[in-house]
């Protein structure tokens, strides 16, 4: 143990703190002085990405060995985030592809071609690419939303959304990117399979929404943190990351 670590251990030691502390030093220590690689990791999403908090993910869960950002697009063309990540000198080793319930219904087709051409990208930059299912809305609209759509609807003649047709894309999509990551060795972090009331109810648990049946609550990211653990081990298992 070279002098640095020694120093620092008995820092440790006499701050009090407990073995299972001082055994998480170590192990960073050790990765540190080995030259172990932290894993960057970095979610193409849109507001998940802010609300997730991604950047205190390894804090709050000890997992120091994970390092993870997001960046931001409201909308579901990710291609400019995606080139940002490539072109960046800080450049992620893995990236998650989030795409939000508020662009369904659309004609998943179209969407289904972008997913596949933003992966073939992900890996030719050196990347591994992790896709995800988009998190379903609530099997029933919100009153107040349902009213603000009829008005849309009726008076100012925009286009209305209807949850039924919602769930429906997203279902059709995410048994798609199921379907694709099997097929082609991708990673899969299954955001529905996590949130939704059961298998043969796929729409979104009322636990974990807020108010508008849309967007998810804080209990529901800590359901999720869970469950991007699992995965990120699988990953850095699989790369040689660990």
Not at 193 to 202: H, I
Request: charged share 30%; proline share 2%.
């Amino acid at each position: 143990m070279n002098c640095a670590k020694s120093c620092l251990f008995i820092m440790l030691m006499h701050m009090g703190m407990s073995g299972a502390a001082l055994a998480q030093e170590q192990k960073t220590l050790d990765k540190t002085t080995r030259g172990d690689h932290v894993m960057k990791v970095e979610l193409l999403g849109a507001s998940i990405g802010e609300q997730w908090r991604l950047d205190e993910f390894a804090q709050r869960t000890n997992r120091r060995e994970f390092k993870l950002s997001a960046r931001q697009e409201y909308d579901f063309d990710k291609s400019n985030l995606l080139k940002s990540a490539i072109a960046s000198p800080d450049k992620p080793d893995a990236v998650i592809i989030k795409e939000c319930a508020a662009y369904f219904p659309d004609e998943v087709q179209e969407y289904q071609q972008r997913i596949t051409r933003w992966v073939q990208q992900a890996k030719a930059a050196g990347i591994v690419p992790i896709v995800a299912t988009t998190v379903p809305v609530t099997e029933r609209m919100p009153t107040w939303l349902y009213m603000k759509q009829l008005v849309k609807r009726y008076v100012l003649r925009r286009n209305y959304v209807d949850y039924t047709e919602r769930l429906a894309k997203i279902w059709e999509y995410n048994d798609w990117v199921r379907e694709f990551s099997l097929k082609n060795g991708v990673a899969l972090l299954d955001l529905e399979r996590a949130l939704r009331v059961s298998d043969t109810n796929r729409s979104l648990s009322d636990k974990y929404a807020k108010d508008d049946g849309l967007h998810i609550n804080s209990a529901a990211y800590q359901v999720l943190d869970g469950e991007l653990i699992r995965v990120l081990d699988q990953v850095s298992r699989a790369t040689g990351h660990r």
